[in-house]
Each structure stands twice: as C-alpha cells, then as structure tokens.
C-alpha cells in the first residue's frame, strides 16, 4: 500500500484518469458508479450524492492498481459536489466480484465503435454544412430569427454548459429569469457565460440542443434565437429540426463501426469479456483504455445500448478475448445497466 498527501500528484490522476475511467464513490448504500464533472484548480465537481457525509472517497482502477482518493465535501451547487481532495491510497486491484460464465442463452455485442475515434471521424463538409442550415432556416423563418450550428471537437461555453448539467438551454425570456424551466440550463450559470456574448443582447430568447451520436457523445449543437419571447412550440420545433438535422449529418460521414457479433464469454456487475476476430478495423476500435460503444443483445431482436472501457485484450486460437469495464456516467446510462444487470447477472 502507498499513501499520498502531495496534492500536485493527487491532481494529476484526477486529471489523466477520472474522465476516461469508471468513477466509483463508496457510499452507505455501497458502491456506486458516479459521473465526475468538471476538474478546477483546486476542487473537483462531481453528481451530487445527496445525505450528510462530510467526506466523499471515490476511487477507480487502473494499471492493475486500485487509488482510492479521499476528498472533504467543501459545499454543493446546481446538484453538484465541490470536492477538495487530501489524500490517496494506492493498492493492487483485485477483482470483487466473480463473472458468470454465458453459453444459454447466448448473448453478443455488436455495432461497436471506439468513442476517440468517432470525434476524429466526424469531419464534415462545410458546404453542405451550411446548405443545410441555410434549409432549415428557411423552414424556421417564421417561428425563429436565426439559426446557428456550431460543431467542433472543442467546447464552447454553451457546449460545456450543456455537458455539464447534461441538459439543453431553454431561455424563453432573458428579461424573466423565472421563465427557465428546471428541465433546462439554470438561467443564472447561463447569464454569467454568456452575458459577454454579442447574441446575449441581440435577442430576446435561445434555445441550444446537443448534437449526439448515439446519445452518448455531443460533437457539436443548434442554437436558435428570436427577438421575441419563445414558448414551448418553438422548442418542439427545435427538437423536430435537430433531429433531422443530426440524422442528415451522420448519414454524411463514414463512422467506423464493427458489425461483427462477438459473442459474451462472461458477465458481472462489473463488467464482461467476448470474443471478437481480427478484422481491418479490430485495432482503431479495441483499444486498451479507450472506451468503446456497442449494443449488447439478450436476445436477436432485444438490446442494450451501452458503453464500456477497453481493459485487456488476449489472444486465442481463432480471434481476440476482450475484458471490459462498463462505463456509464449519465441517469440514463445507469438505468439502462441496472436493467441489463438485473436481467443478465442477478
């Protein structure tokens, strides 16, 4: 076992470790997967927990090793945990809890695609691009000012925004505070971001929805803003256009993707292992590390959309065994594995 009290090193690992791997906080209730936020100079965000601890440990693995790091509940905010770290435990990992061997029913993943490699894919063309903004502008004109789409692999406030509170920016009216539904972007973290902003004054309402590729990774955002107050119709509508507009740019780009079906060795709480061949694109997809997207099928036609992260790889005498840890940071994602666990493992 090694202890740590030097805060520059604790950082570190939070840094390069706790946005690219399962997070776990240990709680009265035991174990629980939890999404990390948002790292700041002194502090690290996390979803809020709830109950009266003072104190939050959370810990993952990694290398083989087990850090667990030990943080000092400095407040709360926006259903959010500010985290002051003091201390870090190193030790070897073991694994907690046995896998359940599978062989009926049969159970397989495919449509499997490396999250790294999606970002760099999505590269679109800027003509088309902006031939489709200028359509469904003139489809919105008479409900909507102006429409923007903003689309990078680099957040931008409003983009961070919405990561951060994982949910889309309705402001109805900017001169009612009120008028900003708890469903939404509070009013006041979206005021002081972008109070600077030249669209901040220009118009009288915005509303911003995630761009999402299998409702998991944002790669960019609609905005649309009107000189008038908004109400619900001009955000439904908003919905109908990026929907439609998500659907035309991806069905635009090539996105690599295994459609190959791996069948699942093992299962647990924790995680699984299948088997999958050595194909063109086996070593861009499974990466060990990196985090990987898939459906996992109970059966031919019912699945499971998840994600997980990528920890050995070994060969056998016909493909590649690969070990993963499930990774799911958002209440939806949770939901969904706590349904495959209950009908898989328990």
Do not use: W
């Not at 397989?108 to 031939?131: A, C, G, R, Y």
């Amino acid at each position: 076992m090694k202890e740590s009290k030097d805060l520059t090193m604790i950082f570190r690992i939070i840094e390069t470790s706790f946005f690219i791997l399962p997070v776990f906080a240990l709680t009265s209730a035991g174990k629980i997967q939890i999404r990390v936020i948002e790292l700041r100079k002194d502090s690290l965000l996390v979803e809020e927990l709830g109950g009266s601890d003072k104190e939050r440990v959370l810990f993952i693995t990694n290398n083989g090793n087990s850090i667990t790091i030990y943080f000092k509940i400095e407040r709360t905010e926006n259903k959010m945990e500010v985290l002051k770290p003091y201390r870090m435990l190193v030790v070897q990992a073991k694994r907690e809890t046995e896998r359940k061997e599978i062989s009926n029913p049969v159970y397989f993943i495919s449509s499997i695609n490396n999250q790294n490699e999606i970002v760099k894919t999505l590269n679109f063309d800027s003509i088309k691009v902006k031939n489709l903004v200028n359509s469904y502008s003139q489809t919105a004109k008479d409900k909507l000012s102006h429409l923007d789409l903003y689309i990078s692999d680099r957040q931008d406030i409003r983009l961070k925004l919405m990561g951060v509170f994982d949910k889309p920016i309705f402001v109805p009216n900017k001169l009612d505070p009120k008028s900003v539904a708890s469903d939404f972007v509070p009013y006041i973290e979206y005021y002081h971001a972008t109070k600077g902003d030249i669209r901040f004054d220009k118009y009288h309402s915005e509303i911003c929805i995630p761009l999402k590729f299998r409702n998991f990774i944002s790669f960019g955002y609609l905005a649309g803003y009107n000189e008038k107050i908004m109400d619900n119709s001009h955000y439904n509508l908003m919905n109908i256009i990026t929907s439609s507009l998500r659907k035309d740019l991806l069905t635009s780009v090539n996105i690599l993707e295994s459609r190959d079906r791996a069948v699942v060795n093992d299962i647990s709480k924790e995680g699984f292992s299948f088997d999958h061949p050595n194909n063109t694109s086996f070593s861009k997809i499974f990466i060990v590390g990196s985090i990987i997207l898939f459906d996992f099928f109970i059966t031919e036609t019912e699945k499971f959309s998840l994600r997980a992260v990528v920890r050995n790889i070994r060969p056998t005498d016909k493909s590649f065994r690969i070990g993963c840890q499930f990774y799911a940071q958002y209440p939806e994602e949770k939901k969904i594995l706590s349904e495959l666990i209950q009908y898989a493992v328990v």
